[in-house]
């Protein structure tokens, strides 16, 4: 009985420390989601080094090791059409182009989330880079779990990624920030405006980026 008692316990306390773990943000008046409290907003230096993009993002977010980022952007062009399944097949076709290899886990799931539909994939990702000078290829996977919704004509993209060697340690953290987004009729969304940051700007995009460098070009920013 005593270990049973115990067991009863721990089991109370589990959402507890769940809760804990994550804390608050609000990328923007209006939006809301939790996220593990080791991660930090990227600065915007970093953020144009890494993910060289069309526009800056609303936000983007990395853990403390870098092995996991959450981003945060909506579509430049305005989207009319609510027919969720239509966006679900053309991000879907998008997401197949952009990567050398994709292993679909969830590929369109639609659920509703504290009132707001979403569409939601989740896969493993490869990029290959054959640009190296002794002409060998590096692979690098990617573990990834992105949402979109339309908001006010305009899609709302949730994206996080980890490294392909610590997925699971991530996948359930993964569900659980996705499970927190609220989006309330507050939100106000900026018109494009163009990613400028201080520093060195990359040429161009290598080939071995993730999927928030193309994605961001090419999923969030532009259609």
């Given at each position: 009985?005593?270990n049973?008692?115990?067991?009863?316990?721990?089991?109370?306390?589990?959402?507890?420390l769940?809760?804990?773990?994550?804390?608050?943000?609000?990328?923007?008046?209006?939006?809301?989601?939790?996220?593990?409290?080791?991660?930090?907003?990227?600065?915007d230096?970093?953020?144009?080094?890494?993910?060289?993009?069309?526009?800056?993002?609303?936000?983007?977010?990395?853990s403390?090791?870098k092995?996991?980022?959450?981003g945060?952007?909506?579509a430049?062009?305005?989207?009319?059409n609510?027919?969720?399944n239509?966006?679900?097949?053309?991000?879907?076709?998008?997401?197949?182009?952009?990567?050398?290899?994709?292993?679909?886990i969830?590929?369109?799931?639609i659920?509703?989330?504290?009132?707001?539909?979403?569409?939601?994939?989740e896969?493993?990702?490869?990029i290959?880079?054959?640009?190296?000078i002794?002409?060998?290829?590096i692979?690098?996977?990617?573990?990834?779990?992105?949402?979109y919704?339309?908001?006010a004509?305009?899609?709302?993209v949730?994206?996080?990624?980890?490294?392909?060697?610590?997925?699971?340690?991530?996948?359930?953290?993964?569900?659980?920030?996705?499970?927190?987004?609220?989006?309330?009729?507050?939100?106000?969304?900026?018109?494009y405006?163009?990613?400028q940051?201080?520093?060195?700007?990359?040429?161009?995009?290598?080939?071995?980026?993730?999927?928030?460098?193309e994605?961001?070009?090419?999923?969030?920013?532009?259609?």
């Amino acid at each position: 009985m005593p270990n049973a008692k115990l067991f009863l316990i721990f089991c109370s306390i589990l959402p507890l420390l769940s809760v804990s773990q994550t804390k608050k943000v609000e990328p923007s008046k209006g939006l809301v989601l939790y996220i593990p409290e080791n991660f930090t907003l990227m600065s915007d230096d970093n953020l144009a080094q890494k993910y060289p993009t069309y526009k800056k993002p609303i936000a983007m977010y990395e853990s403390r090791d870098k092995k996991a980022e959450m981003g945060v952007n909506a579509a430049v062009n305005t989207w009319r059409n609510n027919n969720l399944n239509i966006l679900k097949d053309m991000y879907k076709s998008t997401i197949a182009s952009v990567f050398a290899e994709v292993d679909f886990i969830q590929d369109g799931t639609i659920v509703e989330v504290n009132g707001r539909k979403f569409v939601y994939f989740e896969f493993t990702s490869a990029i290959k880079d054959d640009k190296r000078i002794d002409e060998t290829t590096i692979v690098t996977r990617r573990y990834n779990y992105l949402a979109y919704t339309i908001y006010a004509n305009r899609i709302l993209v949730f994206n996080f990624n980890s490294t392909y060697i610590s997925r699971a340690e991530w996948t359930q953290k993964a569900v659980e920030i996705m499970k927190s987004i609220k989006v309330s009729d507050k939100l106000k969304l900026d018109k494009y405006v163009p990613f400028q940051a201080a520093g060195p700007q990359p040429k161009e995009i290598s080939g071995r980026k993730d999927m928030q460098m193309e994605a961001l070009k090419k999923l969030n920013g532009k259609k």
